[in-house]
């Protein structure tokens, strides 16, 4: 019976060893909202997220989605290594004219499996901003 005991004993403590060398994925983003601040309508509306792999495993990135149409994400394509960097390429669609609020979230085999990301800003339409500016310094003027 002390055998066993004993047996069980090492046993877990060598799960235990083998659990702590686990090597894992880990994501960090140099930043996790982006603001595209007031843009006009139609200009580029692609921008960057930047990330590393500060983990000891490579990182596979499974999925990137939005919470709209409006917003296309492109993640890449192969694992990236330990101390290896890579980008999420965000494409917002500036033909509309409103307020960007939008969420993208991120998948992968990392510490944290799913991160959120933001973007955010203003799309105006200069010709409709001219006309309102014109209306009001006109009332101002009377």
Request: charged letters at 25%; aromatic letters at 4%; a positive charge.
């Given at each position: 019976m002390k055998k066993l005991v004993i047996m069980l004993c090492v046993a877990f403590l060598s799960v235990g060893a083998f659990a702590q060398d686990k090597k894992v994925a880990?994501?960090?983003?140099?930043?996790?909202?982006?603001?595209?601040?007031?843009?006009?309508?139609?200009?580029?509306?692609?921008?960057?997220?930047?990330?590393?792999?500060?983990?000891?495993?490579?990182?596979?990135?499974?999925?990137?989605?939005?919470?709209?149409?409006?917003?296309?994400?492109?993640?890449?394509?192969?694992?990236?290594?330990?101390?290896?960097?890579?980008e999420i390429e965000v494409k917002y669609d500036t033909n509309r004219v409103n307020p960007i609020r939008k969420t993208i979230t991120v998948t992968s085999n990392a510490e944290t499996p799913t991160v959120a990301l933001k973007i955010k800003g203003l799309v105006i339409d200069p010709s409709k901003t001219n006309v309102l500016e014109k209306k009001n310094k006109s009332v101002m003027e009377q």
């Amino acid at each position: 019976m002390k055998k066993l005991v004993i047996m069980l004993c090492v046993a877990f403590l060598s799960v235990g060893a083998f659990a702590q060398d686990k090597k894992v994925a880990k994501i960090e983003f140099k930043t996790d909202v982006i603001d595209y601040g007031t843009i006009e309508k139609g200009s580029n509306g692609v921008r960057v997220f930047e990330f590393t792999n500060t983990g000891d495993a490579p990182l596979i990135i499974s999925n990137v989605k939005s919470t709209c149409g409006c917003t296309v994400p492109k993640k890449p394509d192969g694992p990236i290594l330990p101390g290896e960097s890579g980008e999420i390429e965000v494409k917002y669609d500036t033909n509309r004219v409103n307020p960007i609020r939008k969420t993208i979230t991120v998948t992968s085999n990392a510490e944290t499996p799913t991160v959120a990301l933001k973007i955010k800003g203003l799309v105006i339409d200069p010709s409709k901003t001219n006309v309102l500016e014109k209306k009001n310094k006109s009332v101002m003027e009377q």
